[in-house]
């Protein structure tokens, strides 16, 4: 977890060499199978969560009841899971990946949020429309100076040395946490709650409903399946020099929460999608099925 000074192009810092391109484009060093692993998987997890959010915006332009069909407080729920994502990997200095799928995780947010609203108030003309978009400037607004902070914040000290994945003559140990660091590790956790918590009104929406049309569930499908990438990308990463395994999960450890502990609640959806999808089905084809 090496991340190079603003600016800077000492790839010594890097001390048993790394792919050129990816310490060029991430500033991050991949010094054996498990790191390049790492940034693959990574990479991939962010095209899955880009390709995520395309099948609802079409299925929002084809039905237009995206308002109906999606839970607000879900919405809500995820954009501020992901403005915590962001601020929080920042602080608590998170692997370069996670800071940029953040970035994109807040920017698709807005893009979703503004298109609820527009299909809320589009026949619906409100008094709330101005503030609602005065909001939505000051999260985009937020969101785009954040990774200011990155430069404020000290950079972390390069390895003198690369230990792997294999035992050293000398046991490692914990790496304490800094003050900026305890500050985006609280920010952290509080988004991975976010993170939980934005599920429950759209498993509620689609039970009340008994229906989960309007819903592309190839949001919810490439979502689980980035998430599950995003933390195997984090797991396989190889901690800093003389960093323990635990150390290294417990400074991770709301982020890993955050991606591989929705799973489960994503699988509840996934569920209610093929539960209420038979139902549709076999209420459409039970007319068929009465004598004439």
Known sequence: ?????????????????????????????????????????????????????????????????MDQALSLWFLLGWIGGDSCNLIGSFLADQLPLQSYTAVYYVMADLVMLTLYFYYKFRKRPSPLSAPINSMLLFLMGTACATPLLSAAGPVAAPREGFRGRALLSVEPGSKPFTRQEIIGFVIGSVSSVLYLLSRLPQIRTNFLRKSTQGISYSLFALVMLGNTLYGLSVLLKNPEEGQSEGSYLLHHLPWLVGSLGVLLLDTIISIQFLVYRRSAAASELEPLLLPS
Do not use: H
């Open 1 to 65: 977890m090496v991340w190079k000074k603003l600016g800077s192009r000492n790839f010594s810092s890097c001390p048993n060499g790394s792919i050129q391109w990816i310490w060029d484009v991430l500033g991050e060093c991949a010094q054996d199978g498990w790191d390049e692993a790492s940034v693959g998987l990574g990479l991939i997890s962010i095209l899955c969560f880009a390709a995520s959010t395309f099948p609802q915006f079409i299925k929002a332009y084809k039905t237009g009841n």
